[in-house]
C-alpha cells in the first residue's frame, strides 16, 4: 500500500512537470525541440459537451485544417465542477513560478475564469493579440469584455427564457413580468440552485445586479457586495412561488435538472443555456413546443475566448489553432455540436434546426464576469435564499 502511495505520488508530480515544460525529441532550440513547435497544446475546461466538441475540433485540425501539414494540435481538457485545482490556478502557478516554453500555447477562457485569472496574473500574463495573424478574426466584431486585447472570442453563449407554449402562449418580455407571472402561477417556475449552473447562476445574479451600476458587472472588486441587498431581497420575496415537490419548495440541482423539470411538464418555466435547450431539443430529449425568449433587462451572456500565454513554446501554431476556429466550417461545427452562438456571418453555414440562434444578437449579451465574487455571491443564496426552506 505504501509502494502504491509512493508511486502515484511519483507519477502525480512526472505529470505536473509534464504540464510545465516542453517535451519530444530532436535538436534542441532554446529548449524547445523542433517536434514540439510543431504541437499545439490547447487547454480547455467546462462540461461535457465542452470537451466532446473540442475533440472534434482537434481532430479536424489534425486532419482537415488547412494547418494539418504545419501543426498538429493536442487536447489538454479539465473537467469543471470536479474539486481539483482550476485551469487558473494551474496558469497562475506556472506564471508565479517563472515557467516559461510551458506547455500552455493556446487557452479556451470566458466569463467567471477570465475575471480570476487576469486578476491573478494580469493582461501582461497573455500575447497581445496579433490580428493579422489571424486572417479570419475580420469576419468577428464581437469583444471580450475583460482582456479585450489579448482574446480572440470564437463562440457566444447566453442564458435565455425556456417556456412550455403549450401551456404559455406569450413568455414574459422584462424581468418585472417574469416576477409577476411566477407570483400568479406559483409552482410553475424554477432556476436551478445557483452553485450547480449557470443558467440559475445567471437568473440570481442579473436579479440582484440590475440594481447595480452597469460597471459592477465586469468587476472582482469586494465594494459591490455592499449593494446586493435589495436583489436578495427580490430573490426571497420570490421563494414562496418556486416550484415545490411534497409540499416544499425545490431549486433543482443543475441545469439540467430544470431542463428535466421543464420537459417532463412540471414547470413551465425556467432560465436556461441557450444551447443546452437546442442541442438537446434537437436531439429529441427536449420536446419540440419547448420554446425559448429574450427579456430586458437580459440575462447574462457572453463570448467565449481564446488566449496565447506568454509563458508558453508556440505561438504560431497558437495563432492557427485560433484561425481555425473561426472557419465557416468549424463554426458549423460549433452550432451543430453544442448549439454554440456563431461569431461569423451565416450565410455560409447550414443551421437547419439551429434558426433559433438566429434571434440572439452577440453584441446585445450582457457580459457577466465577477471573478472571486461570484464565490461569495453563491454562498449568500445559500445561507439566505436556499435555506429558507
Given at each position: 500500500m505504501k509502494k502504491s502511495r509512493i508511486f502515484a505520488g511519483f507519477m502525480a508530480a512526472a505529470m505536473m512537470v509534464t504540464a510545465l515544460t516542453g517535451c519530444g525529441g530532436g535538436k534542441k532550440d532554446d529548449g524547445v525541440s523542433a517536434e514540439r513547435l510543431k504541437t499545439v497544446k490547447v487547454w480547455a475546461t467546462g462540461s461535457d459537451n465542452?470537451?466532446?466538441?473540442f475533440e472534434s475540433m482537434v481532430k479536424d485540425f489534425n486532419e482537415n485544417s488547412d494547418y494539418k501539414d504545419q501543426y498538429q494540435a493536442e487536447l489538454n481538457f479539465m473537467l469543471s465542477g470536479t474539486g481539483a485545482q482550476t485551469l487558473p490556478d494551474m496558469l497562475a502557478a506556472a506564471y508565479k513560478a517563472n515557467q516559461t516554453n510551458t506547455d500552455y500555447d493556446v487557452i479556451d477562457m470566458g466569463g467567471d475564469d477570465l475575471s480570476k485569472i487576469i486578476d491573478l496574473i494580469g493582461e501582461d500574463a497573455f500575447v497581445k493579440i496579433d490580428t493579422s495573424k489571424i486572417p479570419n478574426s475580420s469576419k468577428v466584431s464581437a469583444k471580450s469584455a475583460?482582456?479585450?486585447d489579448y482574446c480572440q472570442p470564437y463562440r457566444g453563449t447566453t442564458v435565455v427564457l425556456a417556456y412550455n407554449s403549450k401551456n404559455v402562449s406569450e413568455p414574459p418580455k422584462t424581468m418585472e413580468e417574469l416576477f409577476q407571472w411566477a407570483k400568479d402561477h406559483p409552482g410553475r417556475f424554477a432556476y436551478n440552485t445557483p452553485g450547480t449552473g449557470g443558467a440559475g447562476d445567471s437568473f440570481a445574479r442579473t436579479t440582484v445586479y440590475n440594481d447595480l451600476p452597469e460597471e459592477a458587472m465586469t468587476s472582482a472588486d469586494q465594494k459591490w457586495t455592499e449593494q446586493w441587498d435589495a436583489g436578495?431581497?427580490?430573490?426571497?420575496?420570490?421563494?414562496?412561488?418556486?416550484?415545490?415537490?411534497?409540499?416544499?419548495i425545490v431549486y433543482p440541482n443543475k441545469n439540467q435538472g430544470a431542463l428535466d423539470l421543464l420537459s417532463n411538464g412540471e414547470i413551465d418555466m425556467c432560465p436556461m443555456w441557450a444551447d443546452m435547450l437546442l442541442s438537446q431539443r434537437a436531439a429529441?430529449?427536449?420536446?419540440?413546443?419547448?420554446?425559448?425568449?429574450?427579456?430586458?433587462?437580459s440575462f447574462t451572456g457572453s463570448v467565449q475566448s481564446m488566449m496565447i500565454p506568454a509563458f508558453g513554446?508556440?505561438?504560431d501554431g497558437a495563432y492557427a489553432f485560433m484561425d481555425y476556429m473561426l472557419t465557416d466550417s468549424t463554426q458549423e461545427m460549433l452550432v451543430k455540436q453544442m448549439a454554440a452562438i456563431p461569431l461569423i456571418d451565416t450565410s455560409g453555414m447550414d443551421m437547419t434546426g439551429y434558426e433559433d440562434l438566429a434571434q440572439l444578437d452577440v453584441s446585445k449579451f450582457r457580459i457577466m464576469s465577477i471573478g472571486e465574487l461570484g464565490t461569495a455571491f453563491n454562498e449568500?443564496?445559500?445561507?439566505e435564499i436556499g435555506a429558507i426552506g
Open positions: 465542452v470537451r466532446q466538441i475583460v482582456a479585450a436578495f431581497a427580490k430573490l426571497a420575496e420570490l421563494h414562496p412561488s418556486i416550484y415545490q415537490s411534497g409540499g416544499k429529441g430529449t427536449v420536446p419540440d413546443y419547448i420554446k425559448m425568449s429574450t427579456i430586458e433587462p513554446s508556440n505561438v449568500r443564496w445559500d445561507n
